[in-house]
């Protein structure tokens, strides 16, 4: 059979991006080159700061943030995190963890990689981000889909793609409810700013009891602040509003009252916070669909394969991201032939990634003392010099598992 040339360019091609974290942009971004008109709506008020670093690993990660355009940029901006400390309740130093280990090639915080690509689409003509809203409705039509919003007029769109992380709100819409793709992992994880009592330069120390831990990092070198993380075990998965900061507040507080170290100044600094926005509070889970794509609504970043930490998310995203736009361009924007081909060459890699998160939890908060012990000494090992160049090659294997196709 021969194959028919396609129109690689999509500018008849108008569509929605719902979230604008990582996963969005990076969407933007390819699309909009490729000559797409996207909307980006994001439901916060304004481009979301904060998170903690993240980090780039292997040919594939490398290959798609230089196809980007951002390579320089992210190495220009990115965190020289150094060594990062395990101590005991009163601050002494039990293992340093090398930063080979922990932080692949390039390490850049979350917050600082969304707003290069967002400043690289934001003046773009034919991009458009929209704050403060949300897709409240999706009906698909023979030829697009009708999208009413929370707040903004109603609009028609050729495709839709929920960027929206774990908790997407387009996937709820378009695949079901979150009940039946997200998996609990019996943990949870919050991440916010707090100040650099410690004095840390581009360093971490991490401090952990049975079932809970705090890490604080100072991973860019701005001596006045720093980023601190909780993790704690909760086999009952915790009922909560997402968009109550009073609320999350008083879970965390209860959960680290009594904790040594550093926890109570920790907590201090999230009694201060004033913006939902301000804070990440999560539980730590996966999402596992069926298929990425559901008639013309897509799913890109978390919303699709989320592992809330140590799966590469953000990787991960960036590489969808390519994937997807690609193969819309290499298909003339035909949306059946390319997201099953997104499917298709993307999906394995994401479960890749997927299965290496499995064990973040349990590994950073361990149940009982004798755990902790144990998790030592394996972090022991670990940083030990041979092994922490496996360990990096273990991670580095899932990062690279896909042949990424050279798209037009
Ligand atoms: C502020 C912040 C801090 C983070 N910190 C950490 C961290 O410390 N550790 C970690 O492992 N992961 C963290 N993450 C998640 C991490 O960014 C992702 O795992 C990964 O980068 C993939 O990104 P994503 O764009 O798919 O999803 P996310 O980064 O989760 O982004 C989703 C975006 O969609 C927006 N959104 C949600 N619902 C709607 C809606 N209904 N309408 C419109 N927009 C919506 C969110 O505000 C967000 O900007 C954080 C995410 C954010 C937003």
Request: charged content about 20%; hydrophobic content about 40%; overall charge neutral.
């Amino acid at each position: 059979m021969t194959k028919q040339p396609q129109d690689q360019s999509l500018a008849h091609l108008h569509l929605l991006v719902s979230g604008a974290s990582v996963a969005g942009p990076a969407l933007a971004l390819q699309l909009a080159r490729r000559g797409a008109r996207v909307t980006v709506v994001e439901r916060a008020p304004a481009l979301r700061p904060g998170g903690f670093a993240v980090d780039f690993r292997g040919h594939v990660h490398r290959k798609v943030l230089q196809d980007m355009g951002i390579w320089e940029e992210v190495h220009a901006r990115q965190t020289h995190m150094g060594v990062q400390t395990l101590v005991d309740a009163d601050g002494s130093p039990r293992i340093e963890l090398p930063a080979a280990m922990m932080s692949g090639d390039v390490e850049i915080a979350r917050g600082e990689l969304a707003a290069i690509m967002y400043e690289r689409t934001r003046d773009l003509p034919h991009v458009t981000y929209v704050f403060g809203d949300s897709v409240a409705s999706l009906h698909e039509t023979p030829t697009g889909v009708d999208v009413t919003f929370e707040k903004g007029a109603p609009d028609t769109f050729d495709l839709v793609v929920g960027a929206d992380g774990l908790h997407s709100r387009t996937r709820a819409l378009a695949f079901g409810d979150e009940s039946r793709y997200l998996t609990y992992l019996g943990y949870c994880v919050a991440g916010f700013d707090v100040p650099n009592h410690l004095g840390l330069d581009r360093t971490a120390r991490i401090h952990s009891d049975p079932g809970r831990m705090v890490g604080i990092g100072n991973a860019d070198g701005v001596p006045s602040h720093a980023g601190a993380t909780l993790v704690f075990s909760s086999p009952e998965r915790l009922d909560f509003d997402r968009r109550d900061l009073a609320q999350q507040q008083k879970i965390l507080t209860e959960r680290f009252r009594g904790m040594g170290w550093e926890a109570p100044r920790v907590l201090e600094a999230l009694g201060g916070l004033t913006s939902v926005d301000e804070l990440y509070f999560d539980a730590i889970a996966q999402i596992h669909v069926d298929r990425l794509s559901v008639g013309r609504v897509v799913l890109v970043g978390d919303a699709g394969y989320g592992a809330t930490m140590g799966g590469m998310g953000t990787g991960a995203a960036v590489v969808a991201a390519y994937v997807l736009a690609g193969e819309l361009a290499a298909a003339g924007g035909d949306h059946r032939t390319a997201f099953a081909a997104y499917e298709a060459a993307f999906g394995d890699f994401a479960k890749g990634c997927q299965k290496i998160a499995g064990n973040a939890g349990p590994f950073l908060a361990p149940p009982t003392a004798r755990k902790i012990r144990q998790r030592d000494l394996t972090y022991r090992m670990l940083s030990a010099r041979p092994l922490a160049g496996f360990f990096k090659k273990l991670t580095e294997k899932a990062a690279t598992d896909i042949v990424l196709r050279d798209y037009p």
